[in-house]
């Protein structure tokens, strides 16, 4: 702990970039405004039992208004780089047709803001808020979305162009396919694997069919695609839960990695899934295996698997996600991917962070295990670096407390501390110590 308070960006190679992420649904609000039409999200969230608390991101953070003060407090923290997302149904509101100029200048806005600022605007294309009326025809498990993603990534990097530092198809396939089709806890909803698997074929067939678009629009900028990823270690040494973990891996890892860096679903995993593989065409995976600039990994925790599924280790300390919190994972995370993939792009940490309910005491947040997490995951990355990983940033989730998905407001992620009753902004200590190690 003594090394880790110590820790500074000096530590890190020159030009490492140090950043701060959100999303368009967790923050904006403004649901209805200047033309937006309903996202899958809004869908979601008015169906009963969906979202814990009832909650919904019609008003969220409220950010679509108060964008302004949002960026003057993202440069207070001193922080090189700002991740946010771009709404589909504020940019192309019939999912697939003519553009809403009304939704372009809102990013566009941010865009400039963030740049006269001095801090990089990294964006992302798809974190989740598919347009509703693409989901009427299917959603993802449709092969025509992969090609409306396309059109809508080309109308956002047109506008957008070279300002943007790094453009990200997608945030973490695995989410918008298996938590959200095939375990339900996500938009739509659904519980059919078959129906996953083809929301995630299609969604890296998206990837490939938007990275050229992004390149004409916008050549100078960095292009690349954002997974979740974690080791997934198994719990005991007998076969059973080794193979258990394996299987785990390629489901949670592999089944994304391969087609990106090697062109080709994992041959055990597709072997697994049998009749619930997904409709491939010919050419797709030489499209999927588009070069990328960068790889976004975001890391929250390992996976110990075992022939029964998940366990938690004894001992394991939790955020209030019940994630494991084990900075090793992000070190070894770094060091696998290293050795498997030849073909591995420079990768950037595009979120990791942790949840807690934080005390606010008059205008202090305590938040010491938030510190803790981040600098322990730090010092692992830094590791990683270290050993020849070809790291280049690093992105906490969050700015600022948010709506988080399934749970509602009642998961706190940010640096910042968000009392969604004014709308009130204040640094929580971690924000502190952010803004102390990148001085
Ligand atoms: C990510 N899992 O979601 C998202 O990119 C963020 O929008 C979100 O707020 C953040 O992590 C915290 O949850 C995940 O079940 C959701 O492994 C679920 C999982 C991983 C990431």
């Not at 929301?199 to 004409?216: Q, S, V």
Request: glycine content about 10%; charged content about 20%.
């Amino acid at each position: 702990a003594a090394r880790a308070a110590a820790l500074t960006r000096r530590d890190f190679p020159a030009g490492f970039v140090f950043g701060v992420a959100t999303s368009s649904y967790q923050i904006e609000g403004a649901a209805h405004e200047d033309g937006r039409s309903p996202s899958i999200w809004d869908v979601f969230c008015a169906q009963p039992g969906r979202i814990s608390d009832g909650s919904s991101g019609a008003v969220a953070c409220d950010h679509y208004h108060r964008w302004e003060q949002d960026l003057d407090l993202i440069a207070a923290l001193g922080v090189d780089a700002y991740r946010f997302s771009v709404a589909w149904p504020r940019v192309v509101p019939t999912g697939r047709g003519p553009v809403n100029p009304a939704g372009l200048d809102f990013y566009e806005r941010l865009t400039d803001g963030l740049l006269a600022r001095g801090v990089q605007p990294h964006v992302t294309l798809y974190h989740w808020d598919l347009p509703a009326t693409l989901q009427d025809q299917g959603g993802w498990t449709n092969r025509d979305t992969a090609y409306a993603f396309a059109e809508y990534s080309a109308a956002v990097a047109e506008r957008l162009g070279n300002r943007v530092a790094s453009y990200a198809t997608l945030n973490e396939p695995w989410c918008s396919s298996v938590l959200s089709y095939e375990i339900g806890e996500h938009a739509p909803g659904t519980r059919d694997r078959a129906a996953a698997l083809s929301a995630a074929h299609h969604l890296l067939l998206g990837h490939g069919l938007a990275m050229p678009e992004i390149r004409r629009h916008a050549p100078q900028s960095q292009a690349g695609i954002v997974l979740n990823l974690g080791p997934q270690e198994s719990a005991s040494d007998r076969p059973e839960d080794i193979l258990a973990a394996r299987q785990a891996d390629g489901r949670f890892n592999r089944w994304f990695l391969d087609p990106l860096l090697r062109g080709e679903y994992p041959a055990d995993t597709w072997a697994d899934v049998g009749a619930d593989a997904p409709p491939v065409q010919d050419g797709d995976l030489e499209l999927i295996r588009v070069p990328n600039d960068f790889l976004g990994v975001n890391y929250y925790s390992r996976g110990v698997i075992g022939a029964q599924g998940g366990v938690l280790p004894e001992g394991a300390s939790v955020t209030d996600m019940g994630w494991e919190i084990h900075p090793q994972g992000l070190t070894d995370l770094m060091l696998r991917l290293k050795a498997d993939y030849p073909a591995l792009p420079p990768i950037y940490i595009t979120e990791n962070g942790a949840a807690f309910a934080d005390e606010r005491s008059g205008d202090r947040v305590h938040d010491p295990r938030r510190t803790e997490f981040l600098s322990t995951h730090l010092s692992a990355l830094l590791q990683a670096t270290q050993a020849g990983v070809d790291v280049r940033g690093y992105f906490a989730w969050s700015l600022m407390d948010n709506f988080e998905w399934a749970h509602g407001y009642q998961k706190r992620f940010g640096l910042v501390y968000v009392d969604y009753a004014t709308q009130e902004r204040l640094l929580k200590d971690s924000a502190l110590w952010y803004q102390a190690f990148l001085k």
